[in-house]
């Protein structure tokens, strides 16, 4: 029979996923189907579960990456760690959650990174940062959050200033700003603060340039899109589900 995977989020008419996965299991032979299973609210997971008695695994995205953690049977250390799940395998009826997003985004990172990016600003406080987050502390990289919104221990971003750029030379977006959605739409920030110095990532990958990479680029500084960090961890994602 047919195994069955997928990616659960809401809405899902920006995944890859499908596509990379349908398209690796016809090259490999594999007799699998990957869907997109959007739905609207995380309560329905369960039943999502056993309306599809074949999933095998599942990726998660926006917005559901912490809030399906109740309804895993497990998580494994790294995920508990980072608080965070996007990737779930399904075996016997039981459901683990990893978080391959860590894998993807420091393998990605390559040698990007110079002496100089020693201080970062995390754009965004979603499960994404999460990974983000844990993979700076892991490389001894200080970083700030930045929300749009005023809260405890964070930044917002009238919180950034052009002096503050001249010391945080490593900046991360995770958030959906500027997706192929809403092109014209990046995160606020004193972009002519910012020069070659500075590491700029998008962990979008669609398109590939955003205005928020254009608007870096264009200042001189190093960029780079999400679609590695992407590749990566779902090659990873990919490794888990097929463990013995």
């Known amino acids: 029979m047919q195994d069955h995977y997928g990616i659960i989020g809401y809405p899902l008419n920006h995944s890859f996923s499908p596509a990379f996965f349908n398209k690796k299991f016809e090259a490999e032979g594999i007799n699998a189907l990957y869907t997109a299973l959007p739905i609207p609210d995380i309560a329905l997971f369960p039943q999502l579960l056993i309306d599809n008695p074949r999933l095998k695994g599942l990726n998660v995205t926006i917005p559901y990456k912490q809030s399906v953690i109740p309804y895993l049977d497990e998580l494994n250390d790294e995920a508990e760690k980072v608080g965070a799940v996007n990737c779930i395998a399904v075996r016997d009826g039981k459901t683990k959650g990893y978080n391959t997003d860590v894998i993807g985004f420091e393998r990605s990172l390559g040698p990007l990174l110079q002496p100089q990016h020693a201080y970062a600003l995390i754009l965004g406080t979603g499960g994404a940062s999460k990974a983000v987050a844990y993979v700076l502390k892991q490389k001894g990289i200080a970083y700030k959050l930045v929300s749009r919104t005023a809260k405890a221990g964070m930044l917002t971003y009238a919180d950034v200033t052009p002096a ?81």
């Open 164 to 244: 503050m750029l001249s010391k945080y030379k490593f900046i991360i977006n995770t958030t959906p700003l500027g997706m192929f959605v809403d092109l014209a739409a990046c995160p606020a920030l004193p972009y002519e603060a910012l020069g070659s110095e500075h590491l700029v990532y998008d962990l979008v990958y669609n398109p590939a340039e955003t205005r928020f990479l254009a608007l870096a680029k264009a200042q001189g500084a190093v960029i780079k899109n999400g679609l590695d960090m992407l590749h990566l961890q779902a090659r990873a994602g990919w490794e888990i589900w097929n463990r013995p």
